[in-house]
């Protein structure tokens, strides 16, 4: 009878016991079912496996402030020196914006210093790199530049040794080099920059001090999470610029420069190699063309990016989106004044008919670009806009706007439905935001 009991009891316990496993299964199945049948697009999906938990520090910071709007603003605005990163991807037109920020005679501002980490930590993946890129933030923003030793190998630490130093303003001018004077408005001339003195780097820290407004350009910063512990930091007051450009424009123009950007395409692809699918695009099916597949996959990745930073600022706190501002491309260069007004009210900035005359002849040049993929030059606006129509294969548009939509339907460019005979005069206008 003691027997047949204790059956009973082990028998009800076991089955206790599976039934307590079972139900975290149900429920986690029923809240999936549930979230498929909300989604109401069915090519780009959301992919954006940091999205929750940047959202929740962001919001840890309110409640340390006890849910202020006022308090968290103030955290970032009650200092006098501002830092600024422009958050972009690779032919998207951050040179040129960044070029309006390096003419303004308050700004101090760097060209890629980030370009450091991805040459010498060649070929590590791109997401594994995203820490150290922060770190390199961290360090500048506060005009330490020590930072650049860990990259320099065997060079001595110089002004010469900064990337893309022939072309800024601070460096190649007055009290570091006698080429320019600070107040002039127009691109270095970089053959006489390549004839100043080379100075030592704690020269330029002792410079960047002086500045009250510190601009940093990068495309290799993968998603704005990344930024966002630099963003609560009251020591560095950062602020977010984010320039997005139509996908198919930048796709057009990744391609004439696939070979400039092959080597930053692998590393964009590597960070997805746990993914079946993007497995699949790190292995080009056509070998004699590996650097167009390169390219043309890294896209892909770029927009699912853009989606996972569209969504953080979505559900950010108040404070955060004070401190962001986007810009497409387009704006840009068809309205630069507004734009550039914009820009330099967000920036604590004043515009001066110097720099206007400036931005208004940069984009009233002639031609689409210039054969040198990342030479800063006067372009015709309304070409750069739209070369994409004449030179991209129905194919390939269609490829973007499949993986793209959703960024796209968010950025507000319209889908190219009209067929490819029709007038790229007679094409619908690009939507506002």
């Known amino acids: 009878m003691k027997r047949r009991l204790h059956k009973k009891y082990l028998i009800l316990i076991l089955a206790y016991s599976g039934l307590l496993l079972l139900i975290p299964y149900v429920l986690d199945y029923r809240d999936k079912s549930v979230q498929r049948a909300g989604q109401g697009f069915t090519q780009q999906q959301p992919r954006c496996p940091q999205l929750e938990h940047s959202v929740a520090l962001l919001w840890d910071n309110d409640e340390k ?162 930024l966002v512990p630099l963003m609560k930091d009251p020591a560095i007051n950062l602020q977010i610029i984010q320039l997005f450009r139509d996908p198919r424009a930048v796709h057009n123009s990744r391609l004439k420069s696939r070979q400039a950007l092959v080597r930053e395409s692998i590393q964009v692809l590597r960070s997805k190699k746990e993914s079946d699918k993007y497995k699949r695009l790190l292995s080009p099916v056509n070998r004699m063309n590996r650097a167009d597949s390169y390219v043309s996959s890294a896209m892909e990745l770029i927009c699912d990016n853009w989606l996972s930073d569209l969504m953080l600022e979505k559900n950010a706190p108040p404070w955060l989106k004070k401190n962001y501002l986007r810009v497409r491309y387009e704006d840009l260069v068809l309205h630069p004044l507004n734009e550039l007004h914009r820009l330099f009210s967000f920036s604590n900035l004043t515009s001066f008919p110097a720099l206007e005359r400036f931005a208004l002849n940069m984009t009233h040049g002639h031609g689409y670009s210039s054969d040198k993929p990342f030479l800063i030059s006067a372009r015709d606006a309304k070409e750069a806009i739209y070369a994409w129509r004449e030179r991209l294969s129905v194919e390939q548009v269609n490829q973007v706007e499949a993986y793209c939509s959703e960024v796209m339907r968010q950025l507000g460019y319209q889908k190219n439905s009209m067929d490819r005979a029709t007038s790229s005069a007679d094409a619908r206008p690009l939507t506002s935001i």
């Open 65 to 226: 402030v006890n849910g202020s709007d006022t308090a968290g603003s103030a955290v970032h605005r009650s200092q006098s020196r501002v830092n600024i990163y422009l958050h972009a991807t690779w032919r998207t037109g951050s040179s040129f914006l960044g070029e309006l920020f390096n003419q303004h005679p308050d700004v101090f501002y760097l060209y890629e210093p980030m370009w450091h980490i991805w040459q010498s930590l060649y070929p590590g993946d791109a997401d594994t790199l995203q820490g150290a890129v922060r770190d390199m933030l961290n360090s500048l923003y506060r005009c330490d530049f020590s930072v650049l030793k860990l990259y320099a190998g065997s060079q001595n630490l110089s002004t010469s040794f900064v990337f893309g130093w022939k072309m800024n303003k601070v460096i190649c001018s007055e009290p570091l080099c006698p080429a320019h004077k600070r107040s002039d408005i127009g691109l270095v001339d970089e053959e006489r920059c390549a004839k100043c003195q080379k100075r030592d780097i704690r020269e330029l820290e002792r410079e960047c001090k002086k500045y009250p407004v510190m601009v940093i350009k990068g495309v290799r910063v993968l998603d704005l999470s990344t």
